[in-house]
């Protein structure tokens, strides 16, 4: 009944995580703008999503033996294998849309653009956990 209740924070809690990973992201391509051959990159956030949440076709199950023994029955969900980082489907190049003369891909408006709105996502999915919690709290305290 309580994971019913928290289905819900388990997502947005991963989801968390996949717009603080992709700050970095930019982040990193604002530091790196003005240096000569680098390629700005970018997380897509469906496909980071995709694996974090077990729902991408690309994240199958484990199928080595010692996945299969560690499962006490045939129906039950295989433990994924966890990282710090996304994985590199999740990250990807972004578009040169201003051709630079040493290489560099970084457009400044773009990567400013992207860390605002990152940012109010962030803030927007940080919000919804603590309501959610707060509810959570208030129903079990009886109020």
Do not use: C
Not at 4 to 13: E, G, I, K, R, W
Not at 15 to 38: C, F, H, K, M, W
Not at 106 to 130: G, K, Q, W
């Amino acid at each position: 009944m309580f994971a019913n209740m928290t289905n819900a924070l388990d997502f947005h809690a991963k989801a968390l995580v996949v717009r603080a990973e992709r700050q970095r992201v930019i982040a990193s391509n604002i530091a790196n703008a003005d240096t000569p051959g680098y390629a700005g990159r970018d997380v897509n956030f469906k496909d980071a999503m995709s694996a974090a949440t077990g729902t991408s076709t690309a994240t199958l199950p484990l199928t080595s033996s010692a996945a299969a023994q560690s499962r006490t029955h045939a129906n039950h969900i295989a433990l994924q294998a966890s990282t710090t980082s996304m994985g590199d489907s999740a990250l990807a190049y972004t578009t040169q849309s201003q051709p630079a003369m040493d290489g560099n891909s970084v457009d400044m408006d773009r990567e400013r653009a992207n860390f605002v709105d990152n940012s109010v996502r962030y803030e927007a999915t940080l919000r919804f956990i603590n309501g959610q919690s707060k509810t959570i709290l208030s129903a079990i305290q009886g109020q």
